[in-house]
């Protein structure tokens, strides 16, 4: 039951991330999950895609680095305790955790600098969500 | 050696004094004179005990004797940087090694590093340079000299040192480094003289004053900086920031080191001691003599090192020459700053940086694209030097933690080879700059100092 994924380096560049999601969302590939890291000047993004290969073949020929791993995905009950649950068992097994994120979102968050003004930008071109909205997700 | 004698130390017209006021006033014709006589003895020496010299005259078909006025300078065979190394360590000394007191060696090299050998009397000679330099200043014995050259292989360090003791002053062998220290001795011990890179005398005047130091606090009255090019601009700011007169002063390890060509307290070009070197400027691509004035490669002929005569050896450094009198009344030749190179060689930080030379580590690390480029930058004062490289497939793993590693691991082979610190800097595919004929290597995004 392993599933692959898809790693592609990227300097911190503005505008990178969305051509990688522009290139696949182009291809008809659906992004089912992904993760970014934080370093100063480059980083590595994660996918989930719906066809890893072509989304590979896609992102190399456009010039990006990539790489396939295996990663094991697990269901998580949305409530109180799911998530121990489920690591209580990891733990259990004796497997020590490198990375973790989340997939098949429907809603992601993320940090900016300017917090204030990419509201202010983004605002009416895209669904923001208060606290309140997250909160009763 | 005998002390100073009473020819020494006499006042020049600019404020300064002169260590040698008979040498460095010498009418024209008489230094020329005495350049070809000193020229003849000088090929003999070259030719009599350095096979490669006899190797190359023959070969041209000379003799040393064959020399007798300034124009056949010109037919004579080049010494470059490469012949030094083919020849390391000792190769090149025209004297056996139990003549020989001391061994110097330049800086920031990969492989053989270039080996420069004294006589008792060619470092008597090179204190003798020194001390003008430093009377030229308006040095002289009572004064105290904070010398914040490095000490060791480097030739600034002991250079200045002994230059200093020559011309009868106080000299503190602080080296460089220790920015604290530096000020507390430069109040404390009352130095009136400082030597030091350019870069760091702009940094210790920013000290100073960091620390509620005012120029007037600190008796220093005069700056010798050397090793690094600098600017007009800069010797304004290193004047004001220590309330000095800031001289540069010329030289290279081949040469025996600092003591080549000084500037007296008119600030206009630095004064060459031709009656020990002959400086001439040659155009690098065809090496023909070039007109007074004009700018081209700076070459150098020994007079009168006994240990280690070169021939017209390349410095690679482009600048310009000119004879016109000096207010000074010193009669000899001034040359402008280098205001480059004629090949790619880097200073950074003092220390010469070829970029082949990183290109040889970069080689030597398989994963690696065989794209690069290499830019140089200035933080502050200090030079910083970045690599980037491309992340390949080869390279790009899962984890942060490898791409980290695989940055520690080139600046950890940099900087063992090449004994700099660079910055590895992890870059895209197909980013760095491609270019059709001779790839863009090296981007200096430094402004003159």
Redesign the interface.
């Given at each position: 039951m392993k599933v692959t994924q898809l790693?592609v380096?990227?300097?911190n560049r503005s505008g990178r991330l969305a051509e990688v999601a522009d290139l696949l969302g182009a291809a008809g590939i659906n992004i089912r999950g992904f993760s970014t890291?934080e370093?100063a000047?480059?980083?590595?993004v994660r996918l989930i895609v719906t066809d890893p290969d072509k989304a590979r073949t896609l992102l190399h020929d456009a010039?990006?680095?990539?790489?396939f791993?295996q990663v094991i995905c697990v269901r998580v009950p949305d409530e109180p305790g799911g998530l121990a649950r489920v690591l209580d068992q990891v733990a259990a097994a004796g497997a020590s955790i490198?990375?973790l994120y989340s997939i098949s979102f429907q809603n992601i968050c993320f940090a900016v600098r300017d917090i204030e003004r990419a509201i202010e930008l983004l605002a009416g071109k895209v669904t923001l969500l208060s606290d309140e909205e997250v909160r009763a997700l | 050696m005998s002390g100073p004698s009473p020819e020494r130390l006499a006042p020049d017209d600019a404020g300064g004094l002169m260590w040698e006021p008979v040498a460095e006033s010498l009418p024209t014709p008489q230094l020329a004179a005495l350049q070809i006589e000193r020229l003849r003895a000088m090929l003999e020496n070259a030719y009599a005990n350095v096979p490669f010299y006899r190797k190359k005259l023959d070969q041209a078909g000379l003799k040393p004797g064959d020399v007798s006025c300034h124009d056949d300078l010109a037919g004579l065979p080049f010494t470059t940087k490469i012949d030094l190394r083919d020849h390391y360590p000792f190769g090149m000394f025209a004297r056996p090694r139990d003549q020989i007191v001391r061994v110097h060696a330049s800086s920031g090299t990969t492989g053989n590093p270039t080996t420069v050998g004294y006589t008792r009397a060619d470092i008597d000679t090179w204190g003798d340079l020194i001390a003008r330099t430093l009377a030229a200043g308006g040095v002289k014995p009572g004064d105290l000299l904070q010398n914040a050259y490095g000490y060791g292989l480097f030739t600034g360090g002991l250079g200045l040192h002994f230059g200093a003791e020559r011309l009868g002053c106080t000299v503190v062998p602080i080296s460089g480094g220790n920015t604290e220290r530096q000020l507390k001795v430069m109040r404390d011990f009352g130095a009136t003289a400082l030597s030091c890179t350019p870069s760091y005398a702009m940094y210790l005047g920013d000290a100073a004053r960091d620390r509620g130091l005012r120029p007037e606090d600190l008796p220093i009255r005069v700056g010798f900086h050397g090793a690094e090019p600098w600017t007009n601009e800069l010797r304004l700011q290193i004047e004001a920031g220590l309330g000095i007169d800031a001289l540069d002063i010329y030289g290279l390890s081949e040469m025996g080191g600092p003591g080549v060509a000084f500037e007296c307290l008119c600030k206009a070009g630095m004064h060459v001691n031709e009656d020990h070197y002959i400086a001439e400027i040659i155009d690098p691509e065809t090496l023909r003599p070039l007109p007074e004035g004009e700018v081209g490669e700076l070459v150098f002929t020994t007079l009168s090192r006994e240990a280690q005569p070169l021939l017209r050896y390349r410095t690679r450094d482009l600048c310009s020459l000119t004879a016109a009198p000096c207010a000074c009344g010193r009669t000899s030749a001034r040359m402008s700053k280098p205001i480059g190179r004629s090949d790619d060689m880097l200073i950074i930080r003092g220390v010469n940086v070829f970029p082949s030379q990183i290109e040889e580590v970069l080689m030597s690390i398989p994963e690696i694209e065989p794209h690069y480029q290499i830019v140089v930058d200035r933080k502050g004062y200090l030079d910083v030097i970045e690599v980037w490289v491309e992340?390949?497939?080869d390279i790009?793993?899962?984890?942060?933690g490898d791409?980290e590693r695989f940055q520690r691991l080139v600046q950890a082979q940099i900087y063992n080879v090449l004994n700099i610190q660079a910055a590895v800097?992890?870059?895209?595919?197909?980013?760095i700059q491609r270019s059709e004929g001779k790839a863009v290597r090296v981007v200096d995004r430094r402004t003159a100092l």
């Open positions: 790693t380096f990227l300097e890291t370093a000047e480059y980083g590595i010039g990006f680095t990539t790489h791993s490198d990375y | 992340v390949g497939e790009f793993a899962e984890t942060m791409l800097k992890l870059k895209e595919p197909k980013t």
